[in-house]
């Protein structure tokens, strides 16, 4: 925005009766933009925006003579906002008021380089690349694509023929590269040159203009649809701090902004757009903050229909989070009639998967992931309290977090063919960096979460160095005993799980179990095996003793059995440690 805009909006909004305390300056940044300054010491300062130039849904169930009950009003508000944006050639008429003039010196005052990703060239994507973000640009794009889609094709105010090729390009779009995409549309969007007011890079434009400006309608009606929303000329100037204590409220029928205190001479007056990490930000702002501590890292987990539905059923103390438990933007709150009450959920929330955020500042984020992870890895016995069960948990979830950190490399070096804005490389590493940060620091709170059951919990578990030190009779003479028809050659096995499973199986057979561990062969009396007998049983007997007579396979497979249902395995940098736990 030139400071000429910025006049020119500041004029219009006065011409209105827009009120701002006095000593609120607006001014021109060249690191920030456009900031709000406070000249002088200020108590509780304010800004009020009349209901004249508040640009809320109303004005699209006028234009476009909706009915009130009309599905997705915020989607013709933006097709709306388009109108009055792109449309050079008609007025926008509701109420014999040229609604594209009245709001001309706002729409010229919107900022003229849009930074969501979404619109990111695909040199500047390729920075984004093994991200969360950057793996979901396909599907938001498809989403937005989507709704723009249903919304044109459902009336005839349209001339589908003027955007034959955006339709084309909807129903193609798997099929579409990148590159082609930007090319034929994003690049539009991000130059806002687009030729249709209802074209699809049109309607793009004013979706990431409410994404990022957007305020809820409910501050000023109460009975308003959940997420509605509404665009606040000059309060919408105001940057975000989330240390910023604001309050938003109506006043009849203004929508008022108050900051909290006294606000001291040269303190930028910010909003707060609430407590949102750098991947919300960057995605709907196009900013991130750095050392942002509400910053995060989403973890989508994927599970069988049937086990989110005893869960819903038979655990509820689980939980299972759907993306609308978290802070979203101001149109994407939850749906009108959805209830926090975790009962009133369905299998059908969460057929794209379970949504959980960690965060380093918050210790108990891992909690509930935790508690999953370990729900998945216990036996039916076992409760996500009992040992075994936990620290199986702690495995696997470490390995998921893990496996997570691998895929956020270094992006490639990129061919050249598009020039990367130093801003949004900028945006780029910050997030990636922190993201990085976060599922380390994840890792290092499990490991010593799991170093400190272990030391507490020692006396219950077994591991095979212990049984060499205390048990030598295995290793001297009943283990060969087992390979004695081997002819000699050398039998080499492959992990402590193998030597764990061939250790019970010896104990069994001979009753020769130390007293040391008595409770193994009595955990072993007590446990009930399957009378099924598994592949990998009928494997491992095949690998170890082939043809040999002497070993019958259903012993192999109850040992087996035994040994999974009772131990955990403990992943190392390069090798792996099955433990067996005492219960």
């Known amino acids: ?3 000429r805009a910025l006049e020119a909006l500041l004029q219009w909004g006065t011409s209105y009766g827009v009120m701002i305390s006095e000593g609120l300056k607006f001014v021109y940044s060249d690191l920030k933009g456009i900031i709000c300054i ?4 200020i108590d509780e300062p304010s800004v009020k925006i009349p209901p004249e130039i508040i640009i809320s849904r109303n ?5 476009f003579r909706l009915d009130e009950s009309t599905v997705n009003v915020n989607g013709w508000l933006k097709l709306f906002l388009a109108k009055i944006r792109f449309d050079k050639d008609d007025d926008t008429i509701v109420d014999n008021v040229r609604l594209n003039r009245k709001f001309e010196p706002y729409l010229n005052a919107l900022p003229s380089r849009l930074n969501s990703p979404l619109i990111w060239n ?3 994507l390729e920075r984004l690349s093994s991200t969360n973000l950057g793996n979901s640009i396909h599907e938001k794009l498809a989403n937005i694509f989507k709704e723009w889609f249903e919304l044109v094709t459902s009336s005839d105010v349209f001339d589908l023929k003027n955007v034959a090729d955006d339709i084309q390009t909807y129903h193609t779009l798997n099929e579409v590269a990148y590159e082609t995409l930007y090319e034929r549309i994003l ?3 991000e130059l806002q040159t687009p030729t249709i007011w209802y074209s699809f890079s049109a309607f793009l434009w004013s979706q990431l203009i409410f994404t990022s400006r957007a305020f809820p309608e409910y501050v000023l009606n ?4 959940d997420n509605s929303i509404v665009l606040l000329p000059i309060i919408d100037l105001l940057n975000h701090d989330y240390h910023s204590k604001v309050k938003w409220y109506p006043e009849d029928g203004w929508f008022c902004y108050k900051k909290m205190g006294t606000a001291p001479q040269a303190l930028e007056l910010s909003n707060n757009y609430g407590g949102k990490g750098n991947e919300e930000l960057l995605s709907g702002y196009g900013f991130v903050l750095e050392d942002n501590i509400f910053d995060s890292v989403a973890l989508k987990i994927k599970l069988p229909l049937d086990v989110v539905s005893t869960i819903l059923q038979m655990k509820p103390a689980l939980e299972l989070p759907i993306l609308s438990d ?3 933007f101001a149109f994407e709150n939850k749906c009108d009639g959805q209830q926090d009450d975790e009962t009133a959920r369905s299998v059908t929330d969460y057929v794209d998967g379970v949504t959980y955020f960690i965060n380093t500042q918050n210790e108990r984020s891992l909690g509930p992931l935790l508690d999953l992870f370990t729900y998945l890895a216990k036996t039916e016995e076992e409760t996500i309290h009992d040992l075994r069960a936990r620290l199986e948990g702690i495995q696997t979830l470490r390995n998921a977090l893990e496996s997570k950190l691998n895929t956020i490399i270094e992006p490639p070096a990129t061919d050249g063919s ?4 130093p801003y949004r490389l900028h945006c780029a590493d910050v997030y990636s960096k922190s993201q990085r940060q976060i599922l380390k620091k994840a890792v290092t709170r499990l490991r010593r979460l799991e170093k400190t059951m272990l030391s507490e919990n020692k006396h219950r578990l077994l591991t095979m160095n212990k049984i060499i030190k205390n048990d030598p009779a295995f290793v001297e003479t009943e283990l060969p005993s087992l390979f004695s028809n081997e002819d000699d050659e050398e039998v080499v096995f492959e992990s402590t799980y193998d030597l764990l499973i061939l250790w019970i199986l010896l104990k069994m057979r001979r009753r020769s179990f130390p007293t040391k561990y008595d409770w193994v062969k009595q955990q072993y009396a007590n446990f009930e095996n399957s009378a099924y007998v598994s592949d990998d049983s009928k494997t491992f007997h095949t690998q170890y003793f082939g043809k040999q007579d002497n070993v019958d396979l259903k012993h192999v497979d109850d040992a087996i059995q035994f040994v999974v249902a009772n131990s955990f395995t403990r992943a190392f940098s390069t090798s792996a440690e099955t433990i067996l736990v005492r219960k």
């Open 1 to 3: 925005m030139s400071s």
């Open 38 to 41: 406070c000249e002088k010491d």
């Open 59 to 63: 004005l699209a169930i006028n234009f």
């Open 122 to 124: 695909p040199s500047e």
């Open 187 to 189: 690049k539009k969007t």
């Open 222 to 225: 109460s009975s308003c649809p």
């Open 326 to 328: 978290y802070t979203t």
């Open 418 to 421: 598009y020039a990367i804005d």
